[in-house]
């Protein structure tokens, strides 16, 4: 069965500092590897995502996350942190195998003090 | 940029009473879903809806659930008979098609509260 963990709940950063949000995965077959954001009162919003080829994928707002085959990873990061990019963030997977549900982490709060 | 609406934005209800909620996916999105988070756990799966028919449930949606596209626009969830359990965010999403690389476009959400 597919699963993702997020194992922080909240991650403190300040303005200009790099900035890491970890995710693990578990699925049966190659996996499809999403992030997404939630800024209040809104729906979730894609990211980024990881299907096959370089390990480093970029996304919006200049994010960019890791894929790790053999730590099972894919990491969130932003060189520079901004205010802004205060949000939920949510990793999710999806088993390469078929079926039709992603699979979503628990979510982590990311907060960017000035 | 599309969006997915949904309606109501917060429902409040009292245990047993059937409740409806509402969205309109993106038009030219062929599949559906229904997740929900209850308040600090993670977002989980409901139900994924393609070509009228449901097409995977999560051990979730039991008989107390039903979902429906009753015309061209608008996806429904219903729970039968609301338990205090059934208190959650509720998202709808769509997306264009159903490859593994597929991309889900959310709504904002209906928060339901059943006291």
């Known amino acids: 069965a597919q699963s993702v963990a997020q194992p922080e709940d909240q991650v403190n950063v300040a303005e200009g500092n790099p900035l890491t949000v970890k995710c693990t995965y578990s699925v049966s077959g190659n996996p499809y590897l999403f992030w997404y954001v939630q800024y209040p009162n809104r729906g979730l919003q894609f990211l980024l995502k990881y299907i096959t080829g370089d390990n480093l994928v970029k996304g919006s707002y200049g994010f960019e996350a890791e894929f790790n085959k053999s730590q099972t990873s894919f990491h969130l990061k932003k060189p520079s942190a901004l205010v802004s990019d205060s949000a939920l963030y949510f990793c999710?997977?999806?088993?390469?195998?078929?079926?039709?549900?992603?699979?979503f982490g628990a979510g982590t709060r990311l907060f960017v003090k000035a | 940029e599309p969006e997915v609406t949904q309606t109501p934005s917060h429902q409040v209800t009292q245990m047993g009473q059937e409740v409806i909620l509402r969205c309109v996916p993106i038009s030219n999105h062929l599949y559906f879903y229904w997740y929900r988070q209850i308040l600090g756990q993670k977002v989980e799966f409901l139900v994924s809806f393609y070509n009228n028919e449901i097409s995977e449930k999560s051990e979730i949606f039991d008989d107390q659930f039903s979902v429906e596209r009753p015309d061209g626009s608008n996806f429904t969830l219903k729970i039968r008979s609301t338990k205090l359990e059934d208190s959650a965010m509720y998202f709808c999403?769509?997306?264009?098609?159903?490859?593994?690389?597929?991309?889900?476009?959310f709504g904002a959400g209906s928060r339901l509260t059943v006291l």
């Open positions: 999403a769509s997306s264009r098609d159903f490859s593994g690389a597929n991309v889900l476009t």
């Open positions: 999710a997977v999806r088993d390469g195998t078929g079926g039709f549900k992603t699979i």
